[in-house]
């Protein structure tokens, strides 16, 4: 037993170690710690920008993965396993590449930072069945799993946008910084629509009928009771550019109103 304390105490330490120095190599040359991953069909010559928390476990499986999970009860970890030792996922694309067709969705910031937490920090039956604590290492242990949403709220908003992980990471960096180009943003909230929309310009069908069920999921919680006046004023300042450019005011507009703030 002494032992396996003994180990684990030592793992832990060298990931935290690891951690912290991906974090001085990207401080120092100001590069991204979490950079830009994109998923690649070379058959129908489009790429897909890897937005986390926005129905990315719906895109690996419809386009990357020709749904070979059809009727397999298979989680999102899974997908992303598979996606990963398929290696349909790249961090750089080929001269051929960099001309197809390039998409990704986008979500609410307000309400994509709330999944995060209870996707992250909450649900026990996910983190267990996963690698733990997602955050255990980040930054040299940086966040703690015990720590409140608005604890949580004024630990990201100090990061600078090259150190943020992907989760928490403005979408408008992702979007409009780190790819080169981008030819059609559609809306996790207006999926059913703008995933027509999409497959229209495309020629081909990508939804495959499971994506109603998984954008159902946040349904059974309201993300706005999450907020208090603090937290929205400081998401405010750290997603305005993502609110701006994705036409997310009236969105803010109804969180504002559900907080009593003029």
Request: with cysteine.
């Amino acid at each position: 037993m002494l032992r396996l304390i003994i180990g684990k105490a030592f793992w832990d330490s060298a990931k935290k170690l690891k951690q912290f120095l991906r974090f001085s190599f990207h401080s120092v040359f100001n590069s991204y710690y979490d950079s830009i991953d994109y998923v690649v069909n070379d058959e129908k010559k489009i790429v897909y920008i890897v937005n986390s928390k926005c129905g990315c476990s719906t895109f690996k499986r419809t386009l990357a993965l020709n749904d070979e999970f059809d009727g397999e009860n298979i989680n999102y970890q899974e997908i992303h396993k598979r996606t990963k030792e398929k290696g349909l996922i790249t961090k750089v694309l080929s001269e051929e590449q960099r001309k197809y067709f390039r998409f990704t969705f986008v979500r609410n910031p307000y309400k994509r930072i709330v999944s995060l937490y209870i996707n992250k920090f909450l649900d026990n039956d996910k983190i267990n069945d996963g690698l733990g604590f997602e955050y255990s290492s980040y930054l040299g242990g940086y966040i703690n799993r015990e720590i409140s949403f608005e604890q949580f709220v004024k630990l990201i908003v100090v990061i600078p946008n090259n150190l943020a992980e992907r989760h928490f990471m403005k979408q408008s960096d992702l979007v409009y910084n780190q790819s080169e180009k981008i030819d059609y943003i559609g809306k996790l909230e207006d999926y059913s629509n703008d995933i027509i929309d999409l497959e229209s310009k495309l020629g081909f069908k990508m939804s495959n009928g499971n994506e109603s069920r998984k954008e159902n999921q946040s349904k059974t919680y309201n993300y706005m009771d999450y907020y208090t006046k603090e937290t929205f004023e400081l998401l405010h300042e750290f997603y305005k550019k993502d609110v701006e450019k994705f036409e997310y005011l009236e969105e803010e507009k109804e969180l504002k109103t559900h907080l009593g703030i003029k």
